[in-house]
């Protein structure tokens, strides 16, 4: 009898240990019920036995259930949608200048006031009101045109700076990864529960996750390997993994060109290495999507300049007064080419003397190939209209003389390493050109939003399945701590029973 009353106790209080853990289990998954990414832990437990006769529960260690294959594709999608909001959030002031096309807000809007303007002082050449008027107009399209430029440049700037702070974050998450292996090699090792740590260790990985894409591997003892899509693995075990220093970036700035500082890790450039997430988005905005639309805007800045200038009046230069050379593949190894969009304003001579809008700047010799012979207004009459009809009819027109084609515009060769192409057939006119320019990026912008609608509706669906498998379900936390509350009932009776029993045995020895 006392053996049996020894093992009800020692049952039931078993029991109630277990109860115990359980309830404070609940409590600890309903906390986290809104934090991010937490799976929902639940206790392992064992029944007893001996010699077929139960023996109570043995606690085990809380655990965590989360589907492998949906964890790796939240991840990826996570530094899918990461990547495209910080697209979005640097080319989003760049959308706001280009205006829309035919809107007068745009530059091919503006080329073709200019162009009424050349037409109105062919009516009138002797004006010297119409000859001013070519030029405020001219300086407006040179000002738009330098605003774009240089917030391409801004924006570059910015992502330079997002890119080094990206790093920094990256380096301690890496190290918290670092740590948190360590405390789970040591736990599982010792039988002990790893669900709090791995549950800290989905929240860094999200943060991860967000700022380049990156494959988690989880190796034989617990110990989580983080390897970036290009297949190189990420160090954890503490120290700085990646480093990269600020830099003052221009137009004529690139990493191949060594004006850039190279993402490097344990003495390698390991820059191309990095996509997706905050950082490979960074990493393409500077490096290859910036530098294409101000590649695309210094390259409609030199033609616009040269068709001038090729029919007789330079109208748009540098500061010097030089339309930058074209020159060969690859263009930009010629001085003055890349970004010029940010230097073109009125010729000085012009703004001087706007009359030479009528007269015309410079002396053509004419050729087979190019503009016809042209001498600037050679009697200074006030009518002359030889050098007014060349623009209209040459200038922004597409021959440079009759039968001879424009020289077609390049879309290849492009930016300071000549590497850079635009995704388009450049029209021959130069209003043709300054559409096609703008509304090709307007597209690629808008492309881009569009985009992250689309992935960022993915990501809640994936949100949604991993939630629904493995997050806090508060309804059925509750009704698992409705069973505890009862079975803590129970086992506390049957104690209470097995004192009582206790009682009574002992009294009933004491009257014997």
Not at 62 to 69: F, L, R
């Amino acid at each position: 009898m006392s053996m049996s009353l020894t093992s009800a106790l020692h049952i039931a209080n078993s029991g109630l240990t277990n109860v115990s853990t359980a309830l404070s289990l609940v409590a600890h998954n309903v906390a986290n019920a809104s934090t991010t990414g937490y799976a929902v832990e639940s206790l392992n437990q064992q029944s007893m036995t001996a010699s077929g006769i139960g023996m109570g529960v043995r606690t085990g260690v809380a655990t965590t259930d989360v589907n492998a294959q949906l964890a790796a594709d939240l991840t990826a999608q996570n530094a899918t949608v990461s990547g495209l909001q910080t697209t979005k959030t640097a080319l989003q002031p760049i959308s706001s200048l280009l205006g829309t096309v035919g809107q007068s807000n745009d530059l091919s809007s503006q080329l073709s006031a200019l162009q009424n303007d050349f037409t109105a002082l062919l009516g009138n050449p002797s004006s010297t009101s119409a000859q001013q008027q070519v030029v405020v107009d001219a300086q407006s399209l040179a000002g738009s045109i330098n605003t774009l430029s240089n917030a391409y440049t801004t924006a570059r700037q910015g992502v330079q700076n997002n890119l080094v702070a990206a790093v920094g974050s990256l380096n301690t998450a890496l190290g918290q990864i670092g740590t948190l292996n360590k405390q789970i090699v040591v736990a599982q090792a010792s039988g002990g529960s790893t669900a709090d740590l791995t549950n800290q260790m989905a929240a860094v990985e999200q943060t991860v996750s967000q700022l380049v894409g990156v494959k988690f591997v989880t190796q034989s003892n617990g110990a989580v390997l983080v390897i970036t899509n290009s297949g190189t693995t990420l160090p954890t075990q503490g120290g700085t993994a990646l480093s990269t220093s600020n830099a003052t970036i221009s137009a004529g700035s690139s990493l191949s060109a060594g004006t850039i500082p190279a993402i490097m890790m344990g003495g390698v450039d390991v820059t191309s290495q990095l996509t997706g997430g905050q950082i490979g988005a960074n990493i393409a905005l500077r490096d290859t999507t910036l530098p294409t639309y101000q590649a695309e805007l210094d390259q409609f800045s030199q033609t616009l300049a040269s068709q001038f200038s090729a029919q007789g009046l330079t109208l748009f230069s540098n500061a010097a007064g030089v339309v930058p050379a074209l020159g060969t593949a690859p263009a930009p190894v010629q001085s003055g080419y890349v970004g010029f969009a940010s230097q073109i304003q009125v010729n000085p001579a012009v703004l001087a003397n706007p009359a030479l809008v009528r007269d015309g700047t410079n002396t053509i010799a004419g050729s087979a190939t190019g503009a016809s012979a042209f001498t600037p207004n050679p009697t200074g009459a006030a009518g002359f209209t030889g050098m007014i009809s060349r623009v209209l009819d040459y200038t922004f027109g597409s021959t440079v003389q009759p039968g001879v084609s424009q020289p077609a515009s390049p879309t290849s060769g492009l930016g300071i390493t000549g590497t850079l192409a635009a995704p388009y057939l450049a029209p021959a006119t130069l209003g043709g050109l300054a559409s096609t320019v703008i509304a090709a990026q307007a597209q690629d912008i808008g492309n881009s939003s569009s985009q992250l609608s689309n992935e960022q509706t993915l990501q809640t669906t994936l949100q949604g399945k991993i939630s629904s498998q493995s997050g806090v379900n508060i309804d059925t936390e509750m009704a698992n701590m409705v069973q505890l509350q009862n079975a803590y009932g129970a086992n506390a009776r049957i104690i209470s029973t097995v004192q009582s029993i206790w009682y009574d045995l002992t009294q009933m020895g004491l009257s014997g």
